[in-house]
């Protein structure tokens, strides 16, 4: 079974507060309403681009999609 990028994401979080890749996750763990099964990444980006949350910048989502498609895809 392959972990939505939610899922996958969700392992970053309780980092410290200067982990990018924690503060992304914690912000999108509160945002209810994130995608949580989606996969793809186009349709994440759009996402995290229009949504417009300081906490879930376009630059970190891309750095955890990388990992994601490393580790899980």
Same mark, same amino acid.
């Given at each position: #079974? =392959? +972990? &939505? $990028?939610?899922? $996958?994401?969700?392992? $970053?979080? %309780? %980092?410290?507060?200067?982990?990018?890749?924690? *503060? $992304?996750? !914690?912000? #999108?763990? =509160?945002? @209810?309403?994130?995608? +949580?099964? !989606?996969? /793809?990444? /186009?349709? @994440? &980006?759009?996402? *995290?681009?229009?949504? %417009?949350?300081?906490? #879930?910048?376009? *630059?970190?989502? /891309?750095? @955890?999609?990388? @990992?994601?498609?490393?580790?899980?895809?």
């Amino acid at each position: #079974m =392959n +972990k &939505s $990028f939610y899922q $996958f994401t969700l392992s $970053f979080r %309780g %980092g410290k507060k200067e982990d990018e890749k924690a *503060v $992304f996750a !914690e912000s #999108m763990f =509160n945002d @209810l309403s994130f995608p +949580k099964e !989606e996969k /793809d990444f /186009d349709t @994440l &980006s759009r996402y *995290v681009e229009e949504k %417009g949350d300081e906490e #879930m910048r376009s *630059v970190v989502f /891309d750095e @955890l999609y990388k @990992l994601y498609e490393e580790r899980v895809r």
